[in-house]
């Protein structure tokens, strides 16, 4: 029929608010009450912000209240909770804007942690690859330029070793 069982919905709404003790189950259960009793009855069904604070930033029960205010005819006590709704929307969109832009800027952060350690594990490898390419290269070099080659390459290696314990640190 397109038409709920608004009496049976608040039943239920009333089973489910003996087992959890939810506002957002009160809030519904008032709203399924004024859809079964009118506005009025919902107005009287709805919890109290001053009672449970937590609905005092919950912006759905202020845009649930403004509602049930406007059916029944209260508009500027409708505006007044419209106003606040919209006021919890608009500050949860821009607490919502700020994680995001920090979300962004710790993003670029991270990309030039990564960049800086890139270029920084780069160095002793480019040293090490050059001495062991002369090293392979040339076999006939004097002992003094293979040994100094050798030790180029271990202290790079040494280093590089230093910052990758330095990067699993962080």
């Given at each position: ?38 506005a009025?009855?919902?107005?009287a ?26 059916n ?62 002369s090293?392979?290269a ?33």
């Amino acid at each position: 029929s397109g038409h709920g069982d608004w009496i049976a919905i608040v039943r239920l709404y009333d089973a489910l608010a003996a087992i959890t003790h939810s506002p957002v189950v009160a809030i519904n259960r008032a709203l399924a009450i004024a859809q079964a009793q009118g506005a009025a009855a919902g107005l009287a069904a709805m919890p109290d912000a001053d009672i449970d604070t937590r609905l005092g930033e919950y912006q759905p029960y202020w845009a649930a209240r403004a509602e049930l205010l406007a059916n029944a005819g209260a508009a500027d006590a409708a505006c007044n909770a419209y106003e606040i709704a919209i006021g919890l929307e608009r500050a949860r969109a821009q607490d919502l804007a700020h994680q995001v832009e920090a979300a962004r800027q710790s993003e670029q952060l991270r990309t030039t942690l990564i960049d800086a350690m890139a270029h920084e594990f780069k160095t002793p490898l480019t040293s090490i690859r050059a001495a062991t390419t002369s090293l392979l290269a040339l076999p006939e070099q004097p002992v003094e330029t293979r040994s100094e080659l050798v030790r180029i390459a271990d202290e790079e290696a040494e280093h590089l070793r230093h910052l990758i314990d330095d990067a699993v640190e962080m």
